[in-house]
């Protein structure tokens, strides 16, 4: 069975500082991967995608994320974090033979602090 | 463009009473529509999803139902709500035939349930 897990409930960095949320799957196959941001009472928004092609991505609000296919990790990141960077980061995988469905992890809080 | 539209934002249902809550998407035709509950401090459970019309398949068992009487309308229903029920829900779509490939998933804002 696919999974995606995301091994840090929380991660608190200071403002300016890089921002790293850690994902890693266990698909068979090629995966699809992707990056999901929730801020509080909403609904979720995509962030960035990978698919295949160049193993690091860029996405939306200066977040990037690397796909490391030995490592199995799709780990998101931010050179410096704003203040309002703070939110719940979902990261997502879908197999490529399924079209349906996301398999999300159980989130990661990041609180970027003054 | 496409909108999803999900309500209501916030509802408030005492135990055994009945549960309907609403999705519908604008500006696309024969979309995916999913349904995901976010219990408190957990990660996104899938529910329900359609690939059309009066097409459902679950993914878990549980208290609830989902139905899809028009393309673009997903509902979620309960008979009798359980505690257990309570929730933050999520309706999402994605474009069909690409699925999730190029799309991923759009979320509606969400309904947070909480059962008494």
């Known amino acids: 069975a696919q999974s995606v897990a995301q091994p ?15 994902c890693t ?40 994320a690397e796909f490391n296919k030995s490592q199995t990790s799709f780990h998101l990141k931010k050179p410096s ?3 309002s960077d703070s939110a719940l980061y979902f990261c997502a995988v879908r197999l490529r033979s399924n079209d349906y ?5 159980a989130g990661t809080t990041v609180t970027v602090r003054a | 463009s496409q909108t999803i539209h999900q309500w209501p934002a916030t509802l408030v249902q005492p135990v055994g009473s009945p549960l309907s809550l609403e999705c519908t998407v604008e500006g696309t035709s024969n979309p995916n529509l999913y349904w995901y509950r976010q219990a408190a401090g957990r990660g996104l459970q ?8 009066g097409q459902i398949s679950s993914e878990v068992p549980q208290n609830l139902s989902a139905s899809r009487p028009q393309d673009r309308q997903f509902i979620l229903s309960s008979k009798k709500l359980l505690l257990s029920d309570s929730g933050f829900y999520l309706c999402a779509w994605s474009i069909r035939g690409q699925g999730v490939t190029r799309s991923g998933y759009t979320f509606g804002s969400g309904t947070r349930l909480t059962v008494v």
Do not use: C, H
Request: net charge neutral; proline share 4%; glycine share 12%.
């Open chain 2, 46 to 53: 899938l529910l329900f999803y359609s690939v059309g019309i």
């Open chain 1, 101 to 105: 469905k996301l398999s999300f992890g």
């Open chain 1, 25 to 64: 799957y266990s698909v068979s196959g090629n995966p699809y991967l992707f990056w999901y941001v929730q801020y509080p009472n909403r609904g979720l928004q995509f962030l960035l995608k990978y698919i295949t092609g160049d193993n690091l991505v860029k996405g939306s609000y200066g977040f990037e």
């Open chain 1, 81 to 83: 974090a704003l203040v």
């Open chain 1, 8 to 22: 840090e409930d929380q991660v608190n960095v200071a403002e300016g500082n890089p921002l790293t949320v850690k």
